[in-house]
Nanobody, 121 residues
C-alpha cells in the first residue's frame, strides 16, 4: 500500500550537483524517520544521511558538508541535495522511511526502488 518513489538521479560531471527526491504515498499515520543510503557496484549498501524522529539530522563522514538532507513532512517527502560530486559518489541511492501505516502503533521500514547517480566526465 505504501510506495516510496525516488527521482532526481542521473549523469553529472565531477563537481556538479544533483537533488534527489523521495515521496511516500499511501496510508501513513506517522513518520518516524527519513533516510538516504547508497550502494555502489560490488559494494555493501551504506548510510548517507537521516532525519531522526526528534527532527535532528545525522550524516555519514564521507559527506563532509557536501550533501544536505531536508524534508517536507506535509508532502511525505525527503530530499538529498548533493554538491561537489565526486566519481566515488557513483551509486544507486535509496531512500528509507520508518513509518506507521496502520492503526496499530508499530513501525515498519519502507525502501524506495533506488535511483542511479553517475558522476563521470
Amino acid at each position: 500500500q505504501v510506495q516510496l518513489v525516488e527521482s532526481g538521479g542521473g549523469l553529472v560531471q565531477p563537481g556538479g550537483s544533483l537533488r534527489l527526491s523521495c515521496a511516500a504515498s499511501g496510508t501513513i499515520f506517522s513518520i518516524n524517520s527519513m533516510a538516504w543510503y547508497r550502494q555502489a557496484p560490488g559494494k555493501q549498501r551504506e548510510f548517507v544521511a537521516v532525519f531522526t524522529s526528534d527532527g535532528s539530522t545525522k550524516n555519514a563522514d564521507f559527506v563532509k558538508g557536501r550533501f544536505t538532507i531536508s524534508r517536507d513532512t506535509a508532502k511525505n517527502t525527503v530530499y538529498l541535495q548533493m554538491n561537489s560530486l565526486k566519481p566515488e559518489d557513483t551509486a544507486v541511492y535509496y531512500c528509507k522511511m520508518v513509518l506507521q501505516t496502520s492503526t496499530h502503533f508499530y513501525w515498519n521500514d519502507y525502501w524506495g526502488q533506488g535511483t542511479q547517480v553517475t558522476v563521470s566526465s
